[in-house]
């Protein structure tokens, strides 16, 4: 088919082999680069399809050597933070890159990492850094100003509220120890930025709260002892005279003590009531009251009799 191509052509007869040799494209020089580079062909090889393809020989060694992509700057400054290669090597690469060395100082600040937004803001409010800080940080990261204000102000603010609730906590504790007069309990307080007025109020507090709950474990006590019936109604309302609870409070502990104490009392059961009955500890017709208190209806009293030895009941019962 070519030749009848051909044939058809201009082309003079004589030159008739020279367009299929065209049809046969040959490997590029920057190929038989990469091949020898790879180490898909030997050196001779790779010079002489280098060769054929136009290269100039001389120039072979020269390509080889600055040939092919390095590792990425950026990984690789990674690498040289943690101590892995040296600044000689970051050097080579970015000679080695199509990076103009001019720029080799500005390349090598990539080196250095940022706080991320969220971690700004996490530093901020644990009280690791400035809202003055903050805000530069930010700013540097591009932020817009009236943004970066409203983020450091939010976080600034939870962050000295939470602050504050936790040295108030600290500064109770250490009072409740002892370690502290309530004059320097005052100071401390005011100093961490409450009103001074309010610090009795919250000592008041405080001492009520201690108060209560020490009284609340008195209370706790003397209801065990009414139910178990260890005291009387009348040592209970003396005693809780004694705790300081209100007259009315006081009459209406005991009230519902009273009502506790006959819903759990306990009684005897059907068997034992029969078990009883049989021994001849009690009379059936004792038993037979017992069992109709609880809950029990005449058909099956007369029944738990005779099962409980009752001889005036006739068998079988029905």
Request: proline letters at 3%; charged letters at 20%.
């Amino acid at each position: 088919m070519l030749n009848q191509v051909i044939a058809y052509s201009d082309i003079n007869p004589a030159f008739y082999g020279l367009p299929a040799l065209l049809s046969q494209e040959p490997m590029s020089s920057a190929d038989a680069v990469e091949t020898y580079i790879k180490g898909t062909q030997s050196k001779e090889d790779a010079l002489n399809a280098f060769t054929i393809a136009g290269g100039e020989p001389s120039q072979f060694d020269v390509l080889t050597d600055t040939a092919g992509e390095g590792i990425g700057i950026v990984s690789a400054l990674n690498l040289y933070n943690h101590g892995f290669i040296t600044e000689e090597t970051i050097d080579a690469l970015i000679a080695y890159s199509r990076i103009n060395p001019k720029w080799t100082d500005v390349v090598k600040l990539q080196r250095y990492k940022f706080l991320s937004p969220y971690q700004i803001v996490t530093a901020l409010k644990s009280g690791d850094c400035t809202s003055d800080q903050a805000t530069q940080w930010l700013l540097e990261e591009g932020y817009a100003a009236d943004q970066v204000k409203a983020v450091v102000g939010g976080a600034a603010s939870g962050s000295a509220k939470t602050a504050k609730n936790v040295t108030e906590a600290v500064l109770l504790d250490t009072y409740e120890a002892g370690l502290l007069s309530e004059a320097q309990f005052a100071e401390q307080m005011v100093a961490i930025g409450y009103e001074a007025a309010a610090v009795p109020i919250i000592i008041d507090a405080y001492n009520a709260k201690k108060i209560l709950g020490a009284a609340t474990t008195v209370i706790t006590q003397i209801k065990k002892q009414v139910l178990a019936k260890q005291i009387t109604t009348q040592t209970a309302s003396g005693l809780l005279d004694q705790v300081g609870v209100q007259s009315q409070v006081r009459d209406a502990y005991l009230k519902d003590w009273a009502v506790e104490a006959q819903v759990e009392q306990k009684s005897l059961t059907a068997a034992q009531i029969g078990g009883m009955a049989k021994k001849g500890i009690v009379s059936y017709a004792y038993a037979a009251s017992r069992w109709a208190a609880l809950g029990y209806n005449q058909d099956d009293i007369v029944l738990l009799a005779a099962d409980y030895g009752d001889a005036s009941i006739t068998i079988p019962v029905a």
